[in-house]
């Protein structure tokens, strides 16, 4: 019933950028935190950052920390992460995700997931 659309993914030499976007179909937007997660192949899904409600509030994952940042503009129902620096170990399907309810913050909360966009970093 909320619909994630991710995008921006593709091919990437080691120490190249790339950006991300998710379009979301939500009309109450600008309260609800959106995350970004990757999952390589093999490998359980994980965290790599959020921005919550505020212009706002982020949270990044120890391994992305300095490299990545994440926006968003609420005027286009969409938040972006931008990849510098990537590294061949960052080759994975990124997705965007939000909670069900606003206001929250918490990794543990977030329930819908967009289908992801492929990012690979070569060497």
């Known amino acids: 019933q909320v619909h994630l659309v991710e995008s921006g993914g593709g091919l990437v030499q080691a120490g190249g950028s790339l950006r991300l976007s998710c379009v979301a179909s939500?009309?109450?937007?600008?309260?609800?935190?959106m995350g970004w997660f990757r999952q390589a192949p093999g490998k359980e899904r994980e965290f790599v950052g959020q921005?919550?409600?505020?212009?706002?509030?982020?949270r990044y994952a120890d391994s992305v920390q300095g490299r990545f940042t994440v926006s968003r503009d609420n005027a286009k129902n969409s938040v972006y992460l931008q990849m510098n620096n990537l590294q061949p170990e960052d080759t994975a399907v990124y997705s965007c995700?939000?909670?069900?309810?606003?206001?929250?913050?918490?990794?543990?909360?977030?329930?819908?997931w967009g289908q992801g966009t492929q990012v690979t970093v070569s060497s």
């Open positions: 995700a939000t909670p069900a309810a606003p206001y929250t913050d918490y990794v543990g909360d977030f329930a819908y």
């Open positions: 939500r009309g109450t937007f600008s309260l609800y935190t």
């Open positions: 921005i919550s409600w505020t212009e706002g509030r982020t």
